[in-house]
């Protein structure tokens, strides 16, 4: 008698190109552009990215990223606080410590294509993709434990610069996966082009001035760094005992 029992096999991604799915964490850093730079200087994203790699080398995916930094290039929002002494004093008179901060974050959806050149195997190589998806940013304002009665609760929104709108992005870099997977990393150039609009009727520094209710063009780029998790499929692999 002949028994045949299927037991799994890891696929040989150094062999073949495979079908598996994409999961990732990333950093990004990034200079900005456009009418961002009138408002930010260096952002940092930090997002993660879930999609699916064909066995033809495609990609196709989702990525989320929060944007934060501390260079806010914007000058005079909260001078018309400051009293005789230089100072922003909190309800009790003492000083007060305002910072304040960029923020946001983006969606995106994602297609793109894995070139196997200058690869140890067929699942690596050049790694291009682009698509486009939803941005918002904005200022957050913190006093800490302090409470400061013009800087409280709906009062921030005058001056937080609340904007979003589409946005437009590119990678062009490199991916490595390995056989196991643990190793499985990718970095690049990243660009995105957001055209967005203010969110905001009033800014409470600027009472006597418009809110513009122009497209923006919000520029970030630089460079990405990421590690992702495939997960492989495997195959059956036959044992024959007599």
């Not at 990732?24 to 850093?29: D, M, S």
Request: no cysteine; hydrophobic share 40%; aromatic share 14%.
């Amino acid at each position: 008698m002949t028994l045949s029992v299927g037991l799994f096999a890891q696929l040989n991604v150094k062999d073949s190109a495979i079908s598996t799915p994409w999961v990732g964490i990333h950093y990004g850093g990034n200079l900005t552009g456009g009418d961002l730079a009138d408002r930010y200087g260096y952002l940092n994203h930090l997002g993660i990215m879930a999609g699916y790699k064909t066995a033809l080398n495609w990609y196709f995916g989702m990525e989320s990223n929060f944007i934060f930094g501390n260079q806010v290039r914007l000058t005079g929002l909260l001078d018309h606080l400051v009293d005789s002494y230089g100072n922003i004093t909190d309800v009790n008179g003492d000083i007060a410590r305002i910072f304040v901060l960029p923020r946001g974050f983006h969606i995106n959806g994602s297609v793109g294509k894995l070139i196997p050149v200058l690869s140890p195997n067929k699942n690596s190589g050049i790694f291009i993709n682009g698509g486009a998806g939803y941005l918002v940013h904005h200022m957050r304002i913190e006093s800490n434990d302090q409470v400061v009665p013009q800087l409280e609760l709906d009062y921030r929104k005058g001056y937080d610069r609340l904007t979003s709108g589409i946005n437009f992005h590119q990678f062009l870099g490199y991916a490595f996966m390995a056989n196991n997977g643990f190793y499985s990393l990718y970095g690049g150039f990243y660009f995105q082009q957001g055209l967005t609009k203010n969110l905001r009727t009033i800014n409470f520094d600027e009472p006597d001035v418009p809110v513009s209710s122009k497209i923006r063009l919000d520029i970030q780029m630089g460079i990405r760094f990421g590690w992702m998790i495939p997960f492989y499929k495997r195959k059956p692999k036959e044992f024959y005992f007599n």
